[in-house]
């Protein structure tokens, strides 16, 4: 089945620092989401990514859609002590019809 | 306000007794999913619907049913719990997936299952 591998697991930023979150699509998707959830919350959902290349920016955090619809990654500059939590993407596979699956989530630190 | 509302919050049960989690939606929303979230594992999507009586399944189906009679309501059946079955569930709701509209999730079942 599809795999969405998300790297690091685990970053601890001092606060200004910037971040950076990858996710790797096993298959090619139809498009890509990103979710935060901070501790003991619920995901939220941030921004879906669709077209190849795509880049979208919100405020300090800019999302990325890989040319070959298989990669994306989250960057936040200079980290605020808000930014904590645990970052998620989703990856739609191609013709899977809306089934969705996430990466395993990098959990954010950030040291004031 | 808009949301989506998931009971029980927590439950704790034992094998083999059927238990259901509701889910409902205010936002006549069409698309509806449920997550089972495990450290180190991220969420995994169980089953999803994308209209009244029109059901799939996600990666982790099995030991689990779900029902879509209304459009505001998903629930999550459990016929027979297995301590495996513990985990912290979410429901979702989508107007579309696909269409960039944002997928709001509901605060959390918390079940334990003895």
């Known amino acids: 089945g599809q795999q969405v591998m998300q790297i690091p697991q685990y970053q601890h930023v001092q606060e200004g620092e910037d971040f950076t979150t990858y996710c790797n699509s096993s298959?090619?998707?139809?498009?890509i989401q990103w979710y935060k959830q901070r501790p003991g919350g619920h995901p939220v959902f941030l921004i879906q990514?669709?077209?190849?290349?795509e880049v979208k920016k919100q405020k300090r955090l800019t999302f990325q859609f890989g040319e070959a619809k298989k990669n994306s990654s989250l960057h936040i500059t200079a980290t605020q002590t808000t930014d904590v939590g645990t970052y998620f993407c989703?990856?739609?596979?191609?013709?899977?019809?809306?089934?969705?699956?996430f990466g395993s989530g990098t959990q954010l630190t950030v040291l004031p | 306000e808009a949301q989506v509302t998931q009971n029980p919050r927590y439950l704790i049960t034992v094998t083999g007794k059927k238990l259901t989690v509701t889910c409902s939606q205010n936002?006549?929303?069409?698309?509806m999913s449920w997550y089972r979230q495990d450290p180190g594992l991220g969420l995994r999507q169980i089953y999803y619907?994308?209209?009244?009586?029109?059901?799939d399944k996600g990666d982790v189906p099995e030991g689990y049913k779900v029902s879509r009679k209304e459009k505001r309501n998903f629930p999550l059946i459990l016929e027979s719990p297995s301590p495996n079955q513990t985990s912290l569930y979410f429901c979702?709701?989508?107007?579309?997936?696909?269409?960039?509209?944002?997928?709001?999730f509901g605060p959390g079942t918390r079940l334990t299952v003895l």
């Open positions: 990514l669709v077209k190849s290349g």
């Open positions: 989703a990856g739609e596979r191609w013709g899977s019809a809306r089934q969705l699956t």
């Open positions: 936002m006549n929303h069409e698309y």
């Open positions: 619907s994308m209209n009244v009586e029109v059901t």
């Open positions: 979702a709701s989508s107007l579309d997936l696909a269409g960039g509209d944002t997928q709001y």
């Open positions: 298959t090619t998707l139809s498009n």
